[in-house]
């Protein structure tokens, strides 16, 4: 089985200042794991992946996450928000050999000018 | 850069009235699938697809669903009879392979059965 839990369904954050959008997962082997992205209309872009190689990950538009196996979590962070970020973001798992990629109920990033 | 492409963006439709939503997948992929998003809920797989035939498919995808891959470049999914509960966004993905890290998506179809 496998699951993800985003801890925060809203974040505000001032423009400048770090971004840190929370996530713990659940998986009964070894987890691939994915930040995606959605603005407003439109689709779900990959922002980052965990694939069992570096356990710090970046990923595009100067976000990374750090996959820590002990706390199951998959925290995505960023030093500088901007203006641009304001989006819905979802973390997602997928177990080796199991083809479907399991969401979070996402969090909404909102920035302040 | 390749993009999966959804037609139409958004589609009405009244209850009971079969509907298809289309997709074409990026030209060198080989497994494709469809998740969808109730509003204000989780993004959920629906189902996967490969090689002509059905590989995976969750609860949700009942008798009322089916996919098909009529000619070398679009993907479908069609409902039958329509009912208020599938009014969702719909998305379309493809991957090169069936460990591939991340899915390509479309940007969505809106369905509103009314």
Redo the contacts between chains.
């Keep these: 089985a496998q699951s993800v839990t985003q801890l925060d369904s809203h974040v505000s954050v001032s423009e400048g200042t770090p971004v840190l959008l929370r996530c713990n997962y659940s998986s009964s082997y070894s987890p691939?794991l994915?930040w995606?992205v959605q603005h407003p209309?439109?689709?779900?872009?990959?922002l980052l992946?965990y694939?069992s190689a570096a356990t710090l990950v970046k990923g595009i538009n100067g976000f990374e996450a750090e996959f820590k196996k002990s706390e199951t979590s998959f925290h995505l962070t960023k030093p500088s928000a901007h203006m641009s970020d304001a989006a819905e973001y979802?973390c997602v798992v997928r177990t080796?050999g199991n083809?479907?990629?399991?969401?979070?109920?996402?969090t909404r990033l909102t920035i302040i000018p | 850069e390749p993009e999966?492409t959804?037609t139409p963006s958004h589609q009405v439709t009244q209850m009971g009235q079969e509907v298809i939503l289309r997709c074409v997948p990026i030209s060198n992929h080989l497994?494709f699938?469809w998740?969808r998003q109730i509003l204000g809920?989780?993004?959920?797989?629906l189902v996967?697809f490969y090689n002509n035939e059905i590989?995976?498919k969750?609860e949700i995808f009942d008798d009322q669903f089916s996919v098909e891959r009529p000619d070398g470049s679009n993907f479908t999914l069609k409902i039958r009879s329509t009912k208020l509960e599938d009014s969702a966004m719909y998305?379309c993905?493809s991957s090169p392979s069936?460990?591939s890290?991340?899915?390509?998506?479309?940007?969505?179809t809106r369905l509103t059965v009314v």
């Design positions: 691939s994915f995606y209309n439109k689709g779900l872009q990959l992946k694939t979802f080796f083809e479907k990629l399991t969401f979070g109920t996402g | 999966v959804q497994y699938y998740y809920q989780k993004v959920e797989f996967s590989s995976e969750s998305f993905a069936r460990d890290y991340g899915y390509t998506f479309g940007s969505g």
